[in-house]
């Protein structure tokens, strides 16, 4: 079955695990019904909550761990598992993509479970953990574009029928780039973004974004598929790439 979308999920604050007051939450319960009803082979996460020197997928044969990269929440919080299978098969394409497309090195991490930018919003989407999740790594000390081309080299995916996820925090500037499809200005934010660096002083939580555009493939309509706020700033803003030759 392939696929014709990636998406870009806002996680925000890691208590979206927990806080039933949020829109965010809603919306992500909601995933199978109103946004996304086909069942992916496997998925993808780009967390922003992993960085590492080079490219690196984490090639779990068993069940993830469930990372608590997070301080001085809540104690249910640290309670939650998301025991979803790994997906090395996934991993390894993943890293045969990637080289093929110029990536000279992509290291795998066999002990590496699911972050909280992976697994909270999975929780909420596909509650039953039954579907095999791999993530990739972030390289802050690159660039956008980079990262963009990364998501190009991984686009064959799709067609695999992998859900290509980038998860992360959002800047209400892209909005009007995004939907008008200027993915030039997105990934020369930097330059182009008010007070971009004010915004996203670091730019990991940013990058799964360019990932997920890269992978929609060329020309690739955005959606906003969710838009809310959370303690007068967070965005828990949400989007859908689809392939233009859909």
């Not at 996934?90 to 972050?115: I, M, P, Q, Y």
């Not at 706020?229 to 965005?235: F, P, Q, V």
Request: include cysteine; charge should be neutral; hydrophobic fraction near 35%.
């Amino acid at each position: 079955m392939a696929l014709k979308e990636t998406f870009y999920i806002s996680h925000g604050s890691p208590t979206l695990s927990i806080d039933e007051t949020l829109e965010a939450r809603k919306f992500l319960q909601s995933w199978k019904k109103d946004v996304f009803p086909q069942k992916p082979t496997s998925i993808l996460v780009i967390s922003g909550h992993w960085e590492a020197k080079v490219p690196t997928v984490n090639v779990v044969d068993s069940v993830n761990d469930t990372i608590y990269d997070f301080y001085n929440f809540p104690k249910q919080m640290y309670q939650l598992k998301y025991p979803a299978p790994g997906a090395p098969k996934l991993a390894r394409r993943v890293k045969e993509l990637l080289k093929e497309s110029g990536f000279s090195r992509v290291d795998e991490d066999t002990k590496r479970g699911l972050d909280h930018g992976a697994w909270v919003p999975l929780f909420l989407m596909y509650p039953e953990a039954d579907i095999p999740v791999c993530q990739l790594s972030v390289q802050s000390h690159q660039d956008a574009t980079y990262h963009y081309n990364m998501g190009k080299a991984l686009a064959p995916l799709k067609d695999e029928g992998v859900l290509i996820m980038g998860s992360g925090k959002f800047d209400n500037w892209l909005k009007d780039s995004l939907l008008q499809g200027r993915y030039e200005d997105v990934n020369h934010y930097e330059e182009k973004a008010p007070h971009a660096k004010k915004a996203h002083p670091w730019p990991d939580h940013f990058f799964p974004l360019h990932v997920a555009i890269g992978a929609a493939g060329q020309n690739s309509k955005a959606k906003l598929i969710h838009s809310s706020i959370d303690l007068g700033s967070l965005s828990y803003a949400s989007y859908q790439f689809t392939s233009a030759d859909s």
